[in-house]
Every structure is written in structure tokens, then in C-alpha cells.
């Protein structure tokens, strides 16, 4: 959907498991053997990723100001279970959080969120606007106050919608 760039560091894998559905149309890339194995989710694990990937969704609209979609398990409740420790590099002892388990996806998810808190970044991640959109994208405007995926696609839609319930 959007000529965006990608999100920084681990927020790209963020970004990019929200965008692996277009609400438009309803294609999901998890659907897929492809798409699963592009965030080595295994087949029994699909609606749990789903149900990760609702939530980011909720949260990524809640940081651009929008309430969710629709019903999700909070995003705190699901990054509860992953157990983080703080990992430091014994060559210039510099520290991060790590998920115990690098390999689940929530795992994954768990530690791009808590390095995204500490660099400042995690609410410039949101999703657009657009309800028939909603596609992540990350945040660049100098005031952190972008409202849609791409201002060619969406947010020409939305202005213009809005002129035309403004004319009529």
C-alpha cells in the first residue's frame, strides 16, 4: 500500500506482521506458506499470530489517536508472557532487553517493542486512518502527526471526502 520507508530496526518486523493483511480486500499473506515462514510461524501457530497481529494493529491506531478496529487481547497481556532479561554486550557493555526465547514470533515482537521504548521510537508506529486501510506505517513528519499511510493514496481519499460532504 504505501511507498513508505520501512520501519527502524525492530519495528520493521512490527510494521511489516500487521501489513501481512489488506482489509480491503481481505488477502492475508499468513494464508500462505510463504507468508508464514517469512516470521517462522508454524501452522498451528497462525491464529495465535493473528491474534498478536489484531493487537499491534489496535495499538499502532491508538498511537495515531484512533480507537481499535475491533475487540483484541490487549498488547500488554500477550508481551506478559514473554520473559525479558537484560542482555549485555561484554565487548563495549552496552545493555538491551532480550526475550529468553529468540525464536517465537511474540518473542520477537516482544523485544522490537522494548527496543523501541528505549530509543524513543514506538509511538511514531501507527496505522492509518483510513478504515478500510488501517496499514501500519512509521511515523517521519517532524511533529509525529501523520494520519495516513501514504497522503497519495489515502489521505488524498479522506480529503476528498471530506469536500465532498462539505459541497453537498
Not at 525492530?10 to 511489516?16: D, K, M
Not at 532480550?98 to 516482544?110: F, N, T, Y
Request: charged share 25%; glycine share 8%.
Amino acid at each position: 500500500m504505501s511507498e513508505r520507508l520501512p520501519a527502524p530496526g525492530g519495528l520493521a518486523v512490527v510494521e511489516a506482521l500487521v501489513n501481512t493483511v489488506d482489509l480491503g480486500s481481505g488477502r492475508d499473506a499468513l494464508d500462505t506458506p510463504e507468508g508464514r515462514a517469512r516470521f517462522g510461524i508454524a501452522a498451528g501457530d497462525l491464529e495465535a499470530a493473528r491474534e498478536l497481529r489484531e493487537s499491534l494493529r489496535a495499538v499502532c491506531l491508538a498511537h495515531a489517536g484512533h480507537p481499535p478496529h475491533r475487540a483484541v487481547t490487549p498488547l500488554g497481556e500477550l508481551l506478559a508472557r514473554v520473559p525479558l532479561y537484560v542482555a549485555v554486550d561484554p565487548r563495549d557493555g552496552s545493555a538491551r532487553l532480550a526475550p529468553a526465547d529468540d525464536g517465537p514470533l511474540l518473542s520477537r515482537v516482544a523485544a522490537a517493542v522494548a527496543e523501541a521504548l528505549t530509543e524513543g521510537t514506538w509511538e511514531r508506529l501507527k496505522a492509518c486512518e483510513l478504515p478500510d486501510c488501517h496499514w501500519a506505517y512509521y511515523d517521519r513528519s517532524p511533529a509525529g502527526r501523520g494520519r495516513w499511510c501514504s497522503m497519495q493514496v489515502c489521505g488524498a481519499r479522506a480529503k476528498m471526502r471530506r469536500y465532498r460532504a462539505k459541497a453537498s
